[in-house]
């Protein structure tokens, strides 16, 4: 059964580079790992997906080791508008890739 | 414009008395699914379709039903609610071709309290 685990909050000041680890020790190898970002009252947007290495797109980077038993969300530059609460999610595994187990979030809170 | 809608956004209700929330998209996606979001256990995931008459079971399935008879289509029901299921519902559709990494599309959410 593939569980994340994340921080539960980090803190951060508007300009700053933040990272947000997730460990998803049980990941099987058709799991790729994706990361949402929610707003209060919203439902969670997409931001990042990736299987392995590096990815980056126009708004964060996602670095994932080799052994992919952890993923790291990287945003540069916050601003406060990036206020949010961040979840990891990877699939079932091999034979439930079909179901989705989101980690229970990182508030990151942007300070100005 | 492409999205899930939820309806109601907020209810209220007793302990016993049936709902039906209402999911729909218009994106013309295949796979359809139902979580719930509690403080501290983040989203976990009650039920999901594949396609028209073919769902199953997620995470927490316990005091839920759920039909696909519609592809735009997916009501998430509580025969007899009970107050463990206050929480807030979100609904979320992707295309389904490559579930595992296909981006999910999520509805506003629907704040239930059951009393």
């Known amino acids: 059964l593939a569980k994340t685990t994340q921080p539960i909050s980090m803190d951060s000041y508007e300009g700053q580079e933040v990272n947000i680890t997730c460990s998803h020790n049980?990941?099987?190898?058709?799991?790729?790992i994706t990361w949402y970002q929610q707003f209060p009252s919203q439902g969670p947007r997409f931001i990042i997906q990736?299987?392995?290495t590096k990815v980056t797109n126009e708004v964060a980077s996602l670095f994932i080791p080799a052994d992919r038993k952890s993923s790291t969300l990287s945003l540069p530059r916050v601003s406060l508008s990036d206020t949010a609460v961040y979840y990891c999610?990877?699939?079932?595994?091999?034979?439930?890739?079909?179901?989705?187990?989101f980690g229970s979030g990182t508030k990151l809170n942007v300070k100005p | 414009e492409a999205q899930v809608t939820q309806n109601p956004r907020y209810l209220i209700t007793v302990t016993g008395k049936k709902l039906t929330v209402t999911c729909s998209q218009n994106?013309?996606?295949?796979?359809m699914s139902w979580y719930r979001q509690d403080p501290g256990l983040g989203l976990r995931q009650i039920y999901y379709?594949?396609?028209?008459?073919?769902?199953d079971k997620g995470d927490v399935p316990e005091g839920y039903k759920v039909s696909r008879k519609e592809k735009r289509n997916f009501p998430l029901i509580l025969e007899s609610p009970s107050p463990n299921q206050t929480s807030l519902y979100f609904c979320?559709?992707?295309?389904?071709?490559?579930?595992?990494?296909?981006?999910?599309?999520f509805g506003p959410g629907t704040r239930l309290t059951v009393l």
């Open positions: 999610l990877v699939g079932g595994g091999l034979y439930n890739f079909n179901k989705f187990y």
């Open positions: 979320a559709s992707s295309w389904g071709t490559e579930p595992s990494t296909d981006t999910q599309y």
């Open positions: 990736g299987y392995k």
């Open positions: 049980n990941i099987a190898t058709n799991d790729y």
């Open positions: 994106m013309n996606h295949e796979y």
């Open positions: 379709s594949m396609n028209v008459e073919v769902t």
